[in-house]
Antibody, heavy 117, light 112 residues
Framework: EVQLVESGGGLVQPGRSMKLSCAAS????????MAWVRQAPTKGLEWVAT????????YYRDSVKGRFTISRDNAKSTLYLQMNSLRSEDTATYYC??????????WGQGTLVTVSS | DVVMTQTPPSLSVAIGQSVSISCKSS???????????LHWLLQSPGRSPKRLIY???NLGSGVPDRFSGTGSQKDFTLKISRVEAEDLGVYYC?????????FGAGTKLELK
């Protein structure tokens, strides 16, 4: 059974940092691109970042470029999102999902990030 | 950025009825490899999104064949034949042809 399990969310003050993790199991993680998608409270889905299967290519939405870093450890089947200089508008549930070759086929349960003083 | 326009924003349906949702993109979604990366997702209340259709018309794993997707270039449609109670929620179209990837605003399917 495929599982994506996010962790690392919580309450953080504006300007601070937070790192999200997504542990994958049940499929060959190293074969597929992966992505982070977020959803602000009561809002729709918003793509955040994508990473290629081997980590050599990364893509970001403009509003997080230079502040967020997507990375992966294929030996640990884990995806990461390092978030720096957090803003109130980054408050959302962050989902880990599959990318290239399995676009949106797998989703985690989401982890809530609340940026507030 | 590619703008994804979904209509209608909401639908009220009776069980057993058939419905269609439209998704139009501001640019062609045909990638350089000739494939069209337009997908449909369903987010049931309180749940993570689930992929229904990928690349316009391919049914996701375990998705009932009451769901079907059609379209090309910039104009796409999701059809649900014989709506069941488990189909209620918010439907999103999404494109992964261009960066940034973008989603439609969603269509909320409710029971009449």
């Amino acid at each position: 059974e495929v599982q994506l399990v996010e962790s690392g969310g919580g309450l953080v003050q504006p300007g601070r940092s937070m790192k999200l993790s997504c542990a994958a199991s049940g499929f060959t993680f190293s074969n597929y691109g992966m992505a982070w998608v977020r959803q602000a409270p009561t809002k729709g889905l918003e793509w955040v970042a994508t990473i290629s299967y081997d980590g050599s290519s990364t893509y970001y939405r403009d509003s997080v470029k230079g502040r967020f870093t997507i990375s992966r450890d294929n030996a640990k089947s884990t995806l990461y999102l390092q978030m720096n200089s957090l803003r109130s508008e980054d408050t959302a549930t962050y989902y880990c999902t599959s990318g290239q070759l399995r676009w949106f086929a797998y989703w985690g349960q989401g982890t809530l990030v609340t940026v507030s003083s | 950025d590619v703008v994804m326009t979904q209509t209608p924003p909401s639908l009220s349906v009776a069980i057993g009825q058939s419905v269609s949702i439209s998704c139009k993109s501001s640019q062609s979604l045909v990638y350089s490899d000739g494939k069209t990366y337009l997908h449909w997702l369903l987010q049931s209340p309180g749940r993570s999104p689930k992929r229904l259709i990928y690349q316009v018309s391919n049914l996701g794993s375990g998705v009932p064949d009451r769901f079907s997707g059609t379209g090309s270039q910039k104009d796409f449609t999701l059809k649900i034949s014989r709506v069941e109670a488990e189909d209620l929620g918010v439907y999103y179209c999404a494109q992964t042809t261009h960066f940034p990837n973008t989603f439609g605003a969603g269509t909320k399917l409710e029971l009449k």
